[in-house]
């Protein structure tokens, strides 16, 4: 069964290939020029194969792991096929290197799949194949799959990573992790979280230990109140301040520290995260991004989540605990009162969907931002109730990462919300073939309508003769 799933996966794989070849030469016959942020990425990157290392367009505020990266697979490539010329790290050329990350990234997904699957692996072989196919083709991720961005570099290095992780090869994820962040500085905090999930399980550990010592029920769930989180408190304090716990702990985590310490001297040196223009890349505290990444999650985790039994759990929630999802409303009031941040690029930016997704959702009504609260808390709950399968430690390390991610980024861009979204759909209960198959048919309709705008939909802005085109 094994050298069977094998072979599909393979065959898969293939197809994948193929299939975005030719998605990517129908974009680049229609975008032959540089297009939005490539036109940053695509002369660097040149410069590169060059052998101009020394000059830095101070637009970019990322570091050059994707420069370096292509460098290193194209020029191999061009010298075995005995290339010159204007083909050698043209626009084209550097793309396709998306592609190699896209493939991988299909492949690291399958075994991130059967890693966190385990208990499963009985079952049937399709729904592993189709669940990482249907997170390959996740949509904001496949369309970067065909400009040079760094979204798809990025995603590689972390899934990457994480799976080094979960294998227990902290030296590897550490060095892996290091070149995420060098492909994106805010990638740091998926570092974090791998070494959180290590202490996650550190934690889960010493709970059970500590509850079988103490022949109490301290392994059973903790209870969602006030008593329940001073017994965790008072328990991560107890774990923390213990000299054996904490010396066995970095005897493990010390390469994530060490990544972790390169990276404040890298902050310190620099002066800041951002490279380059830092004007347009401001961090503060947008508190309801984290609402806004929740009700994405929401929407795209529908057809592998959404059932009448979640529904009549959050209603049965809501009449045990109204109180508390009263207090939830009213702090999400108040936090979209006191913490919301417009970026000027969402309100002039017309090629982008969030620009109309702000315009018609969020901003259609001055109470329209306040009435959409019922729902950020519906999205929240629905987040967690479909991780309960997973340990208290390890939903924390989660969400104190998906806050650092989200919250401290005043542009609302669909693309910082990749790696939450792919961590948190990997760590649901494997879904069932049917809504495998409609998570996959939601995924390759909203591709289509996404590719088909952005290459039959070209618009013109009033005084520029520029093509200018939608995208995520």
């Avoid at 410069?47 to 420069?67: A, S, V």
């Avoid at 290095?157 to 994480?162: E, Q, S, V």
């Avoid at 989180?229 to 702990?249: M, W």
């Avoid at 929401?298 to 999802?325: D, G, I, M, N, Y």
Wanted: proline content about 5%; aromatic content about 14%.
């Amino acid at each position: 069964m094994e050298r069977f799933e094998g072979y599909v996966f393979t065959a898969l794989c293939s197809t994948n290939l193929l299939v975005s070849c030719l998605l990517l030469s129908t974009v680049t016959r229609e975008q032959r020029e540089p297009y939005m942020d490539e036109v940053f990425h695509v002369p660097q990157a040149q410069k590169y194969c060059q052998g101009r290392f020394n000059e830095w367009d101070p637009m970019i505020t990322t570091l050059p792991g994707l420069y370096l990266v292509s460098v290193g697979v194209i020029k191999p490539l061009v010298w075995l096929a005995g290339l010159r010329g204007g083909v050698v790290c043209s626009t084209a050329m550097l793309r396709f290197v998306n592609l190699l990350f896209n493939g991988g990234n299909l492949y690291l997904l399958y075994l991130l799949t059967c890693k966190l699957h385990l208990r499963e692996k009985s079952k049937s072989a399709s729904r592993r194949v189709l669940s990482a196919l249907s997170l390959s083709t996740f949509p904001v991720l496949y369309f970067f799959n065909f400009l040079y961005y760094t979204d798809a570099g990025s995603t590689f290095f972390i899934l990457f990573a994480y799976l080094m992780t979960l294998y227990g090869c902290h030296k590897a994820s550490a060095l892996l992790g290091v070149c995420a962040v060098l492909f994106r500085q805010t990638n740091v905090v998926w570092v974090a979280f791998c070494a959180g999930t290590l202490l996650a399980g550190q934690l889960d550990e010493a709970w059970r230990t500590d509850g079988a010592k103490k022949r109490d029920e301290r392994a059973s769930p903790v209870p969602l109140s006030l008593a329940g989180a001073r017994r965790v408190t008072r328990f991560l304090l107890d774990f923390l301040v213990s000299r054996p716990r904490a010396k066995a702990l970095l005897l493990v985590a010390w390469p994530y520290a060490a990544a972790g310490a390169g990276f404040l001297a890298f902050v310190a040196l620099n002066g800041g995260i951002v490279v380059g223009d830092r004007s347009s890349h401001e961090a503060c505290l947008n508190a309801p991004q984290l609402f806004y990444f929740l009700s994405f999650a929401l929407v795209f985790s529908l057809p592998a989540t959404l059932c009448r039994h979640r529904l009549l759990r959050f209603l049965q929630a809501l009449r045990r605990k109204p109180l508390l999802f009263l207090l939830l409303a009213a702090a999400g009031l108040l936090l979209v009162w006191n913490f919301t941040h417009v970026h000027k690029y969402l309100l002039a930016d017309n090629r982008h969907y969030t620009f109309y997704a702000w315009q018609r959702v969020v901003e259609r009504h001055p109470l329209a931002r306040y009435l959409l609260v019922p729902a950020y808390v519906f999205a929240g709950w629905h987040f967690l109730d479909a991780l309960r399968s997973r340990s208290l430690f390890w939903t924390l390390a989660l969400l104190v990462c998906v806050l650092a991610a989200t919250v401290p980024q005043r542009l609302l861009e669909f693309r910082y919300f990749i790696v939450p979204y792919l961590v948190f759909r990997l760590h649901m209960p494997l879904p069932s073939l049917p809504r495998l198959l409609l998570e996959l048919a939601l995924h390759a309709a909203v591709n289509a309508a996404t590719l088909y705008l952005f290459l039959a939909r070209p618009f013109l802005w009033p005084g520029s003769e520029d093509t200018q085109r939608f995208m995520w």
